[in-house]
């Protein structure tokens, strides 16, 4: 079977909900062991119950990934008797606004969760991984490479998650360590859903489908369209790629005439 991952242990931030919630169940379906680190309790034990009822392994842990303390202890639990083989960055948080209407609170909660976060749970892995090899797959996003209007914060926070992508990979790469990244476009998503509600209520329908023209294919993403993209680049049909990222954006990038 081509992209097994039977006896890996995989681990993804944000496994509750969105493209966390595709990927954790696309990899348990393919055979790993998840380990979902989750701020929200009941969307990773909804997660894992879904994984269950399939027939695949999966565990939820409560952990703020901004507190490092917090991972480490998750890491080393999960670590206790067997390898990490698969790590995930997805967990992330978003913000709307320019420069000017940034405070310099909104910039920490966004360089809290979307940087040290990231930085945390690679930390914390990289020790295991040194002595058994492993994937670990940044969730950038097309704001790190292009730019989006009131986007500020958050482009800056998936700029620094591209970036680290670009120097796990480099430092690494003779223990056997594959470190890539992935920059998705509009991906629809229950947040979306609730963007649009909260932001243009009796606008839904209209500003769901601007919003989903705004990529050349003509429509948003799917959060499994994401997840069997991580599913390729965590599989050893993988294993001659590292230090790359992988845009899936409908044409976004390279397409839009605006």
């Known amino acids: ?6 006896g890996k242990v995989a681990i993804v931030t944000g496994g509750g909900s969105g493209i966390g919630r595709a990927i954790s169940n696309t990899l348990a379906e393919q055979g790993a062991e998840v380990h979902i680190l989750e701020l929200n309790s009941e969307n990773a034990i909804e997660t894992v119950s879904e994984i269950k009822k399939n027939d695949g392994e999966a565990f939820a842990h409560t952990c703020n990934i901004a507190v490092q303390s917090e991972v480490n202890n998750v890491v080393q639990t999960i670590g206790k008797d067997t390898s990490i083989d698969i790590l995930i960055n ?4 978003a913000h709307i606004g320019n420069v000017e209407n940034t405070t310099e609170a909104d910039m920490d909660k966004i360089y809290n969760v979307n940087i040290k976060g990231v930085y945390n749970c690679i930390y914390a892995v990289i020790p295991s991984m040194k002595e058994t090899g492993g994937v670990i797959l940044n969730m950038a996003s ?3 490479s292009v730019g ?14 591209l970036t680290m992508m670009y120097s796990i990979a480099k430092d690494y790469l003779q223990y056997g360590i594959r470190c890539n990244s992935i920059s998705p476009a509009r991906i629809h998503t229950p947040f979306v859903d609730g963007f649009i509600k909260n932001n243009y209520p009796g606008r839904e329908d209209e500003m769901f489908k601007k ?7 003509g429509r948003m993403g799917k959060p499994e369209e994401v997840a069997n993209l991580a ?7 993988a294993s ?6 992988f ?6 990038m390279k397409l839009n005439s605006n």
């Open 1 to 6: 079977m081509k992209f097994n991952l039977q």
């Open 90 to 93: 997805n967990a992330g948080i």
């Open 142 to 144: 097309i704001a790190a």
């Open 148 to 161: 989006i209007n009131d986007r500020f914060a958050y482009s800056m926070s998936k700029g620094a998650a």
């Open 211 to 217: 919003l989903s023209a705004s990529q050349p294919i």
């Open 231 to 237: 599913l390729y680049l965590c599989s050893d049909e």
């Open 240 to 245: 001659f790629i590292t230090g790359t990222d």
């Open 247 to 252: 845009p899936i954006d409908g044409g976004f």
